[in-house]
């Protein structure tokens, strides 16, 4: 870890500070952070002030959220900014959302990101897309910054960035922005469909609903369906019943003279043998299909199937 201390001097000498720039130890870097005398002084003032007493729980997750922190940036910041940070920390938990702050070093060389999120909203790959929207909005070269996770004892994740500023300026990065540009990344599949689904004018589902489908589907059907399609699968799903089991759709695809045709079919399976006849009797040839089973548990299973179809005139027919 790269360590930069701003030391105060005597005014008469017409200088404000000194920086001591230097590696921590081998020896500094693997103890408890709040065993160094600098940290454990500024942890103590800040259980002081915020009146937390010794052995609670709030107590506890406090000292375990300073000893998670990298030690350079604890021996660098004063009370008050370490006193925010802990704030942030302890302000997210219970919540699914994303919280940010960023802060230049004392000769603002470098940028301290620090990234706080559930730990349910984390998964592999996400941290290379949030580097990169990190390293974009600081306006830093791509690959340039280092980072380091940590976790706290109330299932949050902590993402300690440092990374280059290139002008050595002041910065001024809009950090709402930079939160949502985050939270777009590790929302889950789930998310973007409950948000989907509150932007539909339509026909709207329950929210238990929605998580009831998502459920059932396969991990295969959301790598390749978007949030918008499986909302409107899962409305024609929800229609299906014992008196009516068969729902259709069919849109234009993307293809040049193709078809997307959908069947929603609630009960015994479908087999391609069995619809391939109807469809040629309506003057249409299979290009591809896909079959997505959705199986309740004790209950009526249904599936979805979706035929890419190609007019056999080769000509576009009115979609009414």
């Known amino acids: ?18 920086a001591l720039i230097g590696l921590l130890t081998s020896k500094g870097l693997a103890q408890e952070a709040s065993s160094i005398p600098m940290i454990r002084r500024k942890l103590h003032r800040i ?27 604890l021996l660098q910041c004063d009370v008050e900014f370490l ?47 949030i580097l990169q929207v990190v390293e ?7 690959a340039s910054s280092e980072v380091r996770m940590t976790s706290t004892d109330n299932a ?29 990344i590790v929302l889950t599949w789930e998310d973007k469909l409950y948000s989907e689904g509150a932007r539909q004018s339509g026909r709207k589902l329950e929210r238990r609903e929605l998580e009831y489908y998502a459920s ?19 409305v024609a799903l929800d229609r299906l019943s014992a008196e009516k089991p068969l729902e259709l759709s069919i849109d234009l695809g993307s293809g040049e003279e193709l078809y997307d045709l959908k069947l929603y079919k609630q009960g015994d399976d479908l087999t391609m043998s069995a619809i391939l006849p109807f469809l040629e009797n309506c003057g249409f040839s299979i290009v591809s299909e896909t079959v997505t089973p959705v199986r309740p548990h004790r209950q009526t299973s249904a599936a979805i199937y979706k035929l890419r179809v190609r ?10």
Do not use: C, W
């Open 83 to 129: 006193r925010r940070d802990i704030s942030m920390i302890f302000g997210i938990q219970g919540r699914s959302e994303v919280k940010i702050r960023y802060a230049l070093d004392t000769i603002r060389h470098l940028i301290s990101v620090l990234i706080v999120m559930p730990r349910e909203r984390y998964f592999p790959g996400s941290r290379t897309k």
């Open 311 to 320: 007019p056999k005139l080769g000509k576009l027919i009115e979609l009414k």
């Open 156 to 184: 949050l994740y902590m993402l300690h960035v440092l990374l280059p500023n290139p002008g050595q300026d002041e910065l001024k990065v809009n950090i709402t922005e930079l939160e949502q540009a985050v939270l777009e």
């Open 136 to 142: 974009t909005r600081f306006k830093s070269q791509h």
């Open 216 to 234: 059932l589907l396969p991990d295969s059907y959301k790598a390749a369906v978007s949030q918008a399609e499986a909302y409107q699968d899962i």
């Open 1 to 18: 870890d790269l360590l930069t201390l701003r030391l105060p001097r005597g005014e008469s000498s017409g200088q404000r500070f000194v």
């Open 47 to 73: 259980l002081e002030l915020e009146g937390l007493p010794p052995n609670s729980h709030d107590y506890k997750e406090t000292i375990s959220i300073v000893d998670s922190m990298p030690k350079s940036e």
